[in-house]
């Protein structure tokens, strides 16, 4: 399988199985609209024959042999070596990363909050150091053989119950040498509370934070507001500076929510970066397609332009000397992901948990609330291994559609979550999601071939 397109001013065609990426002429970009596994000579001469009143023969024979040699070379139309291998059908894994729901309560009630605007539909509730100890205990135990092992404190909004996060952080390292793991911390936090303590604290334990931003103030203040209706710009664009310039090289990213109110969000992205922040992720918002600030098909061509002029203004900073890391733009031609993870994405529900206040386990932090997907709880040491194993098969080669896709080494099939939401099942791919997914791909790639 191939996929070609043109994208300022290249011809690229990716070849889907090896990964291999070609920036070619305009005879082989055409030629490639005939060819396929087939190079017997009767097919050579009709390719011949179908391009001739646009190219010199001597010029199509030329670059015919050309895909001929990247064909022999497996790099054009090479084939999945991977499918028929008998561990796809389900990859059942040690979990590796947890998701703990520090707190179901939050300062800000942004409109479009997938949680409830904080409680997750489950009554606004703060976690316990004896249920954050349990969950430590539960993560080190069904991590198997693994020894980096992540935690993202998460919420509604953790630093609301940061006394308890450093304890969870203490009795995690101390466990550390006893079990032969190594914990890597994550917050995510919308800035409100940060203080130049907790500030100092985040930049020494956690080896990355995830700062709630939307970009210009009257993009973020219209959805990101308090209980009174105000914004909270102002209060935390000056914190996360202060967090960002005393962080040294560790990591960080700014990450942000678009909806239909800023489909220019490339100029959210750009004002971030003009703030100082260059680690940047600005999402699609995935909502139901009634609310008014919901991203529709029909508004496709404008998000895929914006991404266009995303994508021309980086290469034109990156040209300069300047640096800017868009999270969708990110990808490794070269040593990307293993295969398997590249199969199976996050590992929602099998390398991947989340816990609740209440000791809870769901598949990941979108599915908290949602009684029919409860995994079982820390307190009476219950875990649902059936679920876990139908996570398991939640890879590429099982969701639907999704084995036909040029993309499918990439997106891994979407967010297990919000296929379940808006299509129905986790084996569904989000469309809409799908689509967007490729278009950021195309220009990842493009990307990489402008700076080349």
């Known amino acids: ?75 054009l139309f090479s084939k999945d070596k991977v499918q028929n291998s008998p561990k796809i059908k389900y990859i059942d894994s040690p979990i590796k990363s947890m998701c703990i729901n520090i707190a179901h309560d939050c300062n800000l009630r942004c409109e479009y909050c997938f949680a409830a605007k904080g409680d997750f539909g489950c009554g606004r509730v703060l976690m316990s150091e004896e249920t954050g100890k349990k969950a430590i205990d539960f993560l080190i135990k069904h991590s198997g053989k693994r020894r980096n092992l992540e935690v993202d404190f998460f919420g509604g909004e953790p630093l609301m119950n940061f006394e308890v996060v450093k ?65 909270s710009y102002d209060m935390i664009v000056p914190k996360y500076k202060k967090l960002v310039e005393t962080r040294g090289d ?20 750009m004002h971030m970066y003009e703030l100082g922040f260059d680690q940047i ?14 991203i529709k098909e029909e508004d496709l061509p404008k998000v895929f332009e914006e991404y266009d002029k995303l994508s021309k203004k980086i290469i034109d900073l990156k040209k300069k000397g300047s640096h800017i890391n868009f999270f969708h733009f990110m990808i490794d031609l070269d040593n990307g992901p293993c295969a ?36 079982g709880n820390l307190n009476d040491e219950t875990f649902d291994g059936d ?28 967010c297990n979550a919000n296929n379940q939401e808006y299509e129905g099942d986790i084996m569904n791919p989000h469309k809409i999601a799908c689509e967007l997914q490729r278009k950021r791909l195309e220009c990842a790639i493009m990307i990489k071939a402008a700076l080349n």
């Not at 398997?340 to 979108?366: F, M, S, W």
Request: overall charge negative; glycine content about 8%; some cysteine.
């Open 281 to 294: 992720s600005i999402e699609p918002v995935v909502s139901d397609e009634k609310l008014d600030y919901s």
């Open 340 to 375: 398997i993870k590249r199969l199976k994405g996050c590992g929602c529900g099998n390398e991947y948990v989340a816990v609740t206040p209440q000791g809870d386990i769901y598949p990941c932090h979108q599915f908290v609330g949602k009684d029919e997907w409860k995994m």
């Open 1 to 75: 399988m191939i996929h070609k397109y043109k994208l300022n001013g290249y011809n690229i065609v990716m070849d889907v199985n090896s990964g291999a990426v070609h920036i070619v002429d305009d005879i082989a970009y055409d030629l490639l609209d005939y060819l396929d596994e087939d190079f017997s000579e009767q097919n050579r001469e009709d390719i011949i024959g179908k391009l001739s009143s646009k190219y010199k023969k001597g010029e199509i024979e030329e670059s015919y042999n050309e895909m001929i040699d990247l064909y022999k070379s497996g790099l």
């Open 250 to 269: 560790k990591d960080y990213y700014v990450r942000g929510t678009f909806t239909k109110h800023n489909l220019d969000f490339s100029e959210d992205v």
């Open 167 to 231: 304890k969870i952080v203490d009795y995690a390292r101390s466990k550390e040498k006893e079990h032969n793991k190594n914990f890597r911390f994550t917050i995510t936090t919308n800035g409100i509370l940060l203080t130049d303590d907790k500030i100092e604290y985040i930049n020494k334990e956690m080896s990355n934070v995830v700062l709630s931003l939307d970009g210009r103030k009257e993009v973020n203040d219209r959805l990101r507001i308090f209980t009174n209706g105000k914004g």
């Open 387 to 414: 679920m876990k194993k139908s996570f398991s098969k939640a890879n590429v080669y099982n969701k639907n559609g999704c084995n036909d896709c040029w993309a499918k080494f990439y997106c891994s099939g979407g």
